[in-house]
Nanobody, 121 residues
């Protein structure tokens, strides 16, 4: 069974740091773009950061200079290093990945279960 499993959320004080991880497991041929989205209470889900299979990255303006996305292709894992956290960063963070389950098949869009990040004093 193919799945994305996230870890690393929690409660942190403003100005603190957290590192999220998301590992893809199961029968996977290859992985395309991987990214992180977040959804705060009463708000729409928004893109936080994305990284291509080649390592190119893109960030939401609100997190540029504070968050860093990276991936370990050997481990099928994507990371989100979050520094200088603000209360406005409080949300459920979801991992997303474009997975190719076999040669010649189109990509399939997979999501993790979400991990809560709370920034509060």
């Amino acid at each position: 069974q193919v799945q994305l499993v996230e870890s690393g959320g929690g409660l942190v004080q403003p100005g603190g740091s957290l590192r999220l991880s998301c590992a893809a497991s199961g029968s996977i041929f290859s992985i395309g773009d991987m990214g992180w989205h977040r959804q705060a209470p009463g708000k729409q889900r928004e893109l936080v950061a994305v990284i291509t299979s080649g390592g190119s990255t893109n960030y939401a303006d609100s997190v540029k200079g504070r968050f860093t996305i990276s991936r370990d292709n050997a481990k099928n894992t994507v990371y989100l290093q979050m520094n200088s956290l603000k209360p406005a960063d409080t949300a459920v963070y979801y991992c997303n990945a474009h997975l190719f389950l076999d040669y010649g098949l189109p990509k399939s869009d997979y999501w993790g279960q979400g991990t809560q990040v709370t920034v509060s004093s």
